[in-house]
């Protein structure tokens, strides 16, 4: 540490406030200890002396436990230093056992007391030298616990704004944790701080992936360093670190090796997993909903709180059941606690297995899938069961949730989910949530949240617009020239009609594939690939997954070899790029015999995409449509090209995959953004999907008890019917009886009339307890019921011979097929205008002025009706076709436009900056004023309210003049640089009471990433 400036302003009164909660400050020249030493031996015989009796009956058993704690640190810099610290962590957690000569047996050796922390000694120390002769380092501030270093900080003088915590927590990382990293070994966790940022880590952390302690402030003081430090080092909370909030984790990195990483907890996987196991000890509350966003860490929140629950020892050793809705989610779950040495894990392979764990008591930890309740009775009613649910909302809301449930009726119930729903029909917070809890959830950390504490980054938006012409004409020509052909009669007509009016239709025409393809590839290359990022392309479903697949191989074949004639010979060979598509294969009747080819094991799909998270490697493409929605992790992915509909939770849970943090390996530049390429025109639907599900939204209310009675007078009336027929022991003869009940069709419509308000009942109601009793019966009834119907009519035979024949039709006719970027689209512009009135659509300009796109494109589609119920628009039946095609396109049109309006940038990039260019081609440019001050100004004036009483001018120069105090070169290429510059923005339109303003602040970030 160099000057007297962080002495003054950090160090002291961050070592007075310390000493405030709990620490004795001692002066490093008091600590009795030489340089050499990373320990106060003196205060380490004491406590292995005060807190082990077997030593305390001879204290010269102390050697033998000294001498192995004084070897390992000298192991660090061969063994590595996690390694060590993790083997050390073990000691000081009481994890280590010994058997000291003149005794039988092994003892655990305490060397800190837990329970008792009077039993401790807690001491902070500042400017602390370690080393040997001509290699010292000084440490500004040391925790230490019972003699051992267990907290190491790094202060940073505040004065200079260019340099700030990261400068600090790089020194320790990759200074001191390698040139003196025995100091390192019993270390808990690092901090580092220039007085207004307060980060922490474990050892050999890289810098990007250091946490802050609570909410990052948009104008951070001492005071918010100092809260910080005092809440997260009080000598409780450094142990809890220690003992439940630690993790080593040795995943196999996407090159194929693995290291060990030592994970330490977030401040919100802290407050979560600690109210968690209140609650679990809380005898009148037994469930809690926890709410953190898509990619903040809610599977190392599982793992922590796991671990905790299962070392409690007031919890009687728990049974920890870890739950998820599909098989690929558990995987991924019972990876993150393997590689995370949790104790004691099973995973059942089957329904019988899982049960018969429970029945047996097995305690520790089980994962398993919901569907492994089905038809479960009660198999456990210990009171010391926690369930732990990961994405929570799709099927633990329904049947197999509330079996779950039956089976385990004592246990506590705990939901991790990032996209909870709140609708009239299904409502997470009622579900999972206690409403007693603020918001009905136990703990919540949303994206604004998470993307403030840099534990995500954003999501931007760019949409497109796709249009095509209808040749109508046309199309009614050659679906009549096709219905003469085969001698389609009017009901055959409209049922090809009706079918080929599908959304599916539009979006699996080839043009249009090829258009949108050859869009993205432009924008991957131009944008995303030079950052070194992949692609995600989501389509609307596995026969698009393969056109696209194709149409891409292609586009990319085709650029490959471009490049290599452009190149000529080179020393290193050009590397072609790739596509691959993750889809399910051969699980569909009548499938394309040719998708085998994208059919991949459990094995390639993980090869698969472990290649598509590698940098460098050239698969940089990936296609799918419904896996990967949740549960993939591709922090490289930079941009999700979306080509189908979505809406709520699904379409946030979609959006999300590229929003999380990401350094390049090579350039050291941070993914400052996570883009959303929207070919479909979702509009105000990703406003909703992003907005957080209110916890209030009113259910259904239903009549319960009265529809249950109903139901059951009902189900007793229609059973007289069946009277002698054991519907709980069903046969192949079975079905065979209770057809014979009714032998004349009257009999068969009075079934079916009774049965349908049975259904309706049962789909209103279940899953409630009192018709579980009704279960066999009412499944025997709809087993019957189904058995009367009739069977397929000539429609699918007709669509089958029929069917590709109207698609390429309709392909055929669809035209110019163009793909438009938002800043190329302009709705109710003047030539606009001109071409609605052009087409006949339009006879008075005055007829959309002030109009919304919504009100143009209404209009539009009320003209053409009238045209079309005019006698000169008769036309045969199957110019329905044409006209259900023209209502799609007109709603496509309507959605993407929307969307441009709704998503688009506010303006423009300001015209000052185009002549600010020109002076510079011209060599005149100094006789201009600063083009970002007039850039700046042109922002400020188009976007500031009409009645705001500042000067522009002043507040560009408020900007201007703190954006250039604490930029610094490559500023925006880091995470850390680029929530600086945007905190002090902020804080000018704040103190300018412009913060509210919509879209300045992002545009005039925009400008300033660019140009400063």
Request: charged letters at 25%; one cysteine or more.
């Amino acid at each position: 540490m160099s000057g007297m400036g962080e002495l003054v302003s950090v160090q002291a009164p961050l070592v007075a406030a310390l000493a405030g909660v709990g620490w004795v400050h001692v002066p490093a020249d008091q600590l009795g200890r030489p340089d050499e030493d990373p320990f106060v031996i003196d205060q380490v015989v004491d406590a292995l002396v005060r807190l082990n009796p077997v030593i305390a009956e001879d204290p010269e058993r102390v050697h033998e436990v000294l001498r192995q704690l004084r070897t390992m640190p000298l192991t660090a810099q061969d063994v590595g230093l996690v390694e060590t610290n993790r083997d050390f962590a073990a000691w000081l957690r009481g994890e280590v056992t010994h058997e000291f000569v003149g005794t039988k047996g092994s003892v655990p050796v305490r060397l800190i007391d837990f329970d008792d922390l009077s039993n401790n000694v807690f001491v902070v120390s500042e400017e602390v030298r370690y080393g040997t002769p001509g290699h010292v380092a000084r440490f500004d501030v040391v925790l230490w616990v019972n003699g051992f270093p267990l907290v190491v900080g790094e202060l940073k003088t505040p004065v200079n704004q260019k340099v700030s915590w990261v400068k600090g927590a790089t020194e320790l990382v990759e200074t001191y944790q390698e040139g003196w990293a025995p100091f390192f070994v019993p270390n808990v966790l690092t901090f580092a701080t220039e007085g207004k940022q307060f980060r922490y880590a474990g050892v050999r952390t890289p810098v990007q992936y250091w946490h802050t302690w609570g909410a990052v402030k948009d104008q951070p003081r001492l005071a918010d360093v100092l809260e910080a430090a005092t809440s997260m080092l009080t000598p409780r909370t450094v142990l809890d670190f220690l003992s439940d909030f630690t993790a080593f984790e040795t995943p196999q990195s996407d090159d194929g090796t693995g290291s060990l990483n030592k994970l330490v907890a977030r401040y919100t996987q802290y407050e979560a997993v600690n109210l968690i196991v209140d609650r679990v000890k809380d005898p009148e509350r037994r469930k809690g909903l926890i709410y953190h966003t898509q990619g903040s860490g809610k599977t190392l929140a599982m793992v922590f709180a796991a671990g905790k629950l299962l070392r409690d020892p007031d919890l009687n050793n728990p049974t920890i059941v870890l739950v998820a809705d599909r098989v690929q989610l558990v995987q991924q779950l019972w990876d993150q606690f393997r590689t995370t040495s949790m104790p004691r894990l099973q995973v059942p392979p089957t329904a019988g297995a899982l049960q018969a764990l429970l029945k047996g008591d097995r305690r520790g930890l089980i994962f398993t899938t919901v569907h492994k309740f089905a038809n479960a009775p009660v198999l456990n009613e210990r009171s010391n069961i926690v369930v732990l649910v990961d994405e929570a909302h799709r099927t633990q809301e329904g049947d197999l949730g509330q079996t779950m449930r039956a089976a385990l009726p004592n246990a506590n119930l705990f939901a991790f989910t990032g996209t909870p729903i709140a609708d009239v029909d299904r409502n997470t917070f009622a579900t999972f949530g206690d409403e007693s809890d603020p918001g009905s959830a136990l703990h919540t950390y949303g994206t604004d949240e998470s993307i403030r504490d840099g534990m995500t980054v954003p999501i931007h938006v760019a949409p497109r617009k796709v249009e095509f012409t209808l040749d109508k004409e046309g199309l009614d020509e050659a679906f009549k020239v096709l219905a003469e052909d085969e001698n389609l009669d009017d009901a055959e007509q409209d049922e090809l009609a009706r079918r080929a009016s599908r959304a599916a239709t539009f979006f699996a025409n080839p043009d249009r594939v090829r258009a949108v393809c050859e869009d993205l590839v432009d924008h991957f290359y131009s944008t995303v690939d030079p950052l070194g990022m992949k692609a995600q392309i989501v389509v609307v479903d596995r026969a698009a997954c393969v056109a696209y697949t194709e149409e891409l191989d292609r586009i990319l074949e085709e650029r490959y070899q471009k490049a290599l004639a452009e190149a000529g010979e080179l020393e290193v060979p050009l590397v072609r790029d790739e596509v691959a598509v993750v889809m399910t294969v051969g699980t569909a009747k009548g499938e394309d015999a040719a998708w085998q080819k994208y059919a991949l094991t459990e094995a390639q799909e993980a090869d698969l995409l472990k290649r598509f998270r590698t940098y460098g490697d050239p698969l940089k493409f990936l296609v799918c449509t419904s896996k990967l929605g949740t549960g993939f992790n591709a922090p490289i992915e930079g941009v999700l090209y979306l080509d189908k509909p979505l809406k709520d939770h699904t379409l946030f849970q979609t959006i999300t995959r590229a929003n999380r943090t990401w350094r390049n390996p090579e350039t050291g530049a941070d993914k400052r953004y996570g883009i959303i390429v929207d070919y479909v025109g979702l509009g105000a639907g990703f406003a909703k999907a992003m907005a957080p599900a209110n916890p209030e939204q009113a259910q259904q209310q239903i009549e319960i008890d009265g529809l249950i009675e109903v139901f059951e007078t009902q189900l007793e009336t229609t059973m007289l019917r069946f009277a002698g027929i054991d519907v709980d022991q069903q046969g192949p003869q079975t079905l065979m009886d209770a057809q014979a009940r009714m032998p004349r069709p009257e009999d068969e419509q009075k079934f079916a009339a009774n049965y349908v308000m049975l259904e309706g009942i049962w789909e209103a109601l279940w899953p409630h307890d009192d018709l579980r009793t009704h279960r066999k019966t009412y499944r025997f009834l709809s087993q019957v019921y189904a058995s009367l119907q009739p069977a397929p009519g000539p429609a699918d035979h007709l669509w089958h011979r029929l069917g590709a024949k109207t698609l390429d039709l309709v392909h055929r006719h669809m035209d110019d097929i163009t793909v438009t970027r938002a800043d190329e689209v302009v709705v109710a512009d003047a030539e606009t205008v001109r071409t609605l009135i052009d087409e006949g659509l339009l006879e008075d300009p005055k007829e959309i002025e002030g109009k919304t796109a919504d009100d143009i494109i209404d209009s539009i589609a009320e003209r053409l009706k009238k045209r079309q119920a005019a006698p000169s628009g008769e036309h045969p039946v199957f110019k329905s076709l044409a006209e259900r095609l023209d209502r799609l396109r007109q709603r496509t049109l309507a959605a993407a436009e929307q969307s441009i309006e709704w998503l688009r940038e506010a303006f423009q990039l300001a015209k000052d900056l185009t002549a600010a260019e020109k002076a510079d081609d011209q060599g005149t440019l100094d006789l201009l004023p600063d083009p970002r001050l007039g850039a700046l100004t042109q922002i400020f004036r188009e976007f500031a309210p009409k009645d705001s009483p500042v000067l522009v001018e002043r507040v560009v120069d408020d900007i201007d003049s703190i954006v250039r105090e604490v930029r610094y070169d490559g500023w925006e290429a880091t995470q850390q640089g680029d929530q600086l510059v945007r905190r002090h923005v902020r804080s000018v339109l704040r103190k300018h009471q412009l913060h509210k303003t919509p879209g300045l602040f992002e545009r005039a970030y925009e400008y300033i990433a660019e140009h400063y």
